[in-house]
């Protein structure tokens, strides 16, 4: 086999074999569903289709935030989309999310079910919907908008690029590798200096901003991406590992991050969820092991 540095791109581009890597069952350059499959709705007023990637953990801190609040119109049920498997490609799927990718939330609380796609248009929606999270208005909520547009900006370059190129590329390339390493870095310390000056992203206040933000960065600077701490030197971003280990305590984070999980210990995963009692005992008690342990890390 030749080295990919031999590579010279065809003057049109085609699809003529597989990608290679941990994604190449699924991987392909068209839209559109690839089987007929409904999916199915339970009875709650939101009805989300996730995996617990950091998108979709997204979705269900926020969810378990807001419940946390008393919104009990933000009950849901979250059924478990195996994308390895293809389930994001079933016709339901589609009509929910034209893109074919997770999280997909239905708003059925109204008399028309309404799709909502896309992570960051998710947490707008359900922020706007129960007053929550969001500024309503002014600098306050300029800032916190702003940093969650860049979240969805920025990560790709975190996951698309660094995880994919460290972690699931068939080959490791050092171009890429480097590439999307001292990118990662940079955001990194974007951050680091934005929370030098300020307790959360958006300023005093908790917000949809650091919902969009933890999963990714978060997760990144505790260990939990890539199994790049160590290349990345995530310890040197002190102000990030702060807020990671102050956003990682909170309850509704910890159930959150488990909901739609299907890696990792056993324990701490909720592979799907449709009642509150759903975090059963084992599983709270793993959840406050990890805030206490996540409690020394911070101090």
């Not at 248009?121 to 929550?132: C, G, T």
């Not at 800032?143 to 979240?151: A, G, K, P, Y």
């Amino acid at each position: 086999m030749s080295s990919q540095d031999d590579y010279t791109p065809p003057k049109v581009w085609t699809w003529n074999k597989a990608s290679g890597g941990r994604f190449a069952n699924i991987n392909r350059p068209i839209a559109g569903p690839t089987h007929d499959k409904d999916l199915p709705v339970g009875r709650h007023p939101m009805q989300l289709y996730s995996l617990g990637t950091p998108n979709g953990q997204k979705v269900t801190i926020m969810l378990e935030e807001l419940l946390a609040l008393g919104h009990a119109g933000a009950e849901y049920d979250a059924w478990l989309i195996r994308i390895n498997e293809g389930d994001q490609f079933g016709s339901g799927f589609v009509a929910a999310n034209p893109n074919s990718k997770i999280p997909a939330l239905v708003d059925r609380s109204g008399e028309t079910p309404v799709r909502v796609f896309e992570s960051g248009a998710i947490l707008m929606h359900l922020a706007e919907k129960f007053d929550a999270f969001l500024p309503k208005a002014g600098p306050a909520r300029a800032e916190c908008l702003s940093w969650l547009f860049w979240q969805m900006g920025s990560a790709p370059y975190l996951g698309g690029g660094f995880g994919h190129f460290y972690a699931y590329a068939p080959h490791k390339i050092e171009y890429a590798i480097d590439r999307f390493a001292m990118e990662t870095k940079r955001q990194l310390d974007v951050l680091d200096r934005r929370l030098a000056e300020s307790e959360f992203l958006g300023g005093a206040d908790y917000t949809v901003a650091d919902i969009a933000v933890w999963p990714w960065y978060g997760g990144l600077v505790k260990g939990l991406l890539y199994g790049s701490g160590e290349f990345l030197a995530v310890h040197e971003y002190k102000n990030v590992v702060r807020w990671a280990d102050q956003i990682g305590a909170r309850p509704a984070v910890r159930r959150g991050r488990i909901v739609n999980r299907v890696m990792g210990d056993p324990a701490a995963q909720l592979r799907e969820r449709h009642e509150a009692s759903d975090f059963d005992t084992k599983t709270q008690d793993k959840l406050d092991a990890q805030a206490a342990g996540a409690s020394g890390a911070a101090g």
